[in-house]
C-alpha cells in the first residue's frame, strides 16, 4: 500500500488523525495534514482506507502495491 496525501486539499478537519494516528498526523499551526508513513504495515490497511473514505476533503490517496500486500 501506498499513500499519498495532497495539502492543498486538506480543511485540517483531523479525521484521518483520530482514524489512523499511526499514519496520519497534522501541522501544530494549522492543522493541515502530515503523512507520518506512506507504506503502513498490513495492519495498518484498514484504518487507512477508512481515513481516506471519510476525509471530507478527499485528500488521501490509497494506491495498492501488489508485491507489498502479499508478504
Ligand atoms: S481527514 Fe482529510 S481534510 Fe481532514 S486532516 Fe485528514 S487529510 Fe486533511
Given amino acids: 500500500m501506498r499513500v499519498t496525501i495532497d495539502q492543498d486539499k486538506c480543511c485540517g478537519?483531523?479525521?484521518?488523525v483520530l482514524s489512523a494516528p499511526e499514519v496520519?498526523?497534522?501541522?501544530?499551526e494549522d492543522g493541515i495534514v502530515l503523512l507520518l508513513d506512506a507504506e503502513p504495515p498490513a495492519a495498518l490497511h484498514?484504518?487507512?482506507?477508512?481515513?481516506?473514505?471519510?476525509?471530507?476533503?478527499a485528500a488521501i490517496t490509497?494506491?495498492?502495491?501488489?508485491?507489498?500486500?502479499?508478504?
Fill in 13 to 16: 478537519a483531523g479525521s484521518c
Fill in 24 to 28: 496520519f498526523d497534522q501541522r501544530e
Fill in 46 to 57: 484498514d484504518a487507512v482506507h477508512e481515513a481516506a473514505a471519510i476525509c471530507p476533503a
Fill in 62 to 71: 490509497v494506491e495498492q502495491t501488489e508485491q507489498a500486500e502479499r508478504v
